[in-house]
Nanobody, 125 residues
Framework: QMRLAESGGGSVQSGDSLRLSCEAS????????MGWFRQAPGKAREGVASIYAGTHKTYYSDSVKGRFTISLDEDKEAVVLTMNSVDVEDTGMYFC??????????????????WGQGTQVTVSS
């Protein structure tokens, strides 16, 4: 059974760092694109970053570029989002996603087929 399990969320102060992890199970990790999305209260879900297991090529939204880093822990079959210099605008539920049919890019949430349950990130000023 396919499963994505996020962890690492919490409450931090503006300027702090946070590390989110998403462990995958039940599917061929290296055959998928992996992504992080977030959803703030009252707002639509938006893409944050994606990584392609075969090439390790990464994509970022403009709002996090230079502050967040997406990476793979292949031993643990996990995708990691390292968040530096967070600000209140980064507050939201962070979701991990996987998609076997993607070739590149971040795309919209509708183009990703498998999701985790999410982990909450709250940044206060």
């Amino acid at each position: 059974q396919m499963r994505l399990a996020e962890s690492g969320g919490g409450s931090v102060q503006s300027g702090d760092s946070l590390r989110l992890s998403c462990e995958a199970s039940g599917f061929t990790f290296k055959s998928n694109a992996m992504g992080w999305f977030r959803q703030a209260p009252g707002k639509a879900r938006e893409g944050v970053a994606s990584i392609y297991a075969g090439t390790h090529k990464t994509y970022y939204s403009d709002s996090v570029k230079g502050r967040f880093t997406i990476s793979l822990d292949e031993d643990k079959e996990a995708v990691v989002l390292t968040m530096n210099s967070v600000d209140v605008e980064d507050t939201g539920m962070y979701f991990c996603a996987a998609e076997a049919q993607r070739a590149y890019g971040l795309g919209t949430p509708e183009t990703w087929n498998f999701w985790g349950q999410g982990t909450q990130v709250t940044v206060s000023s």
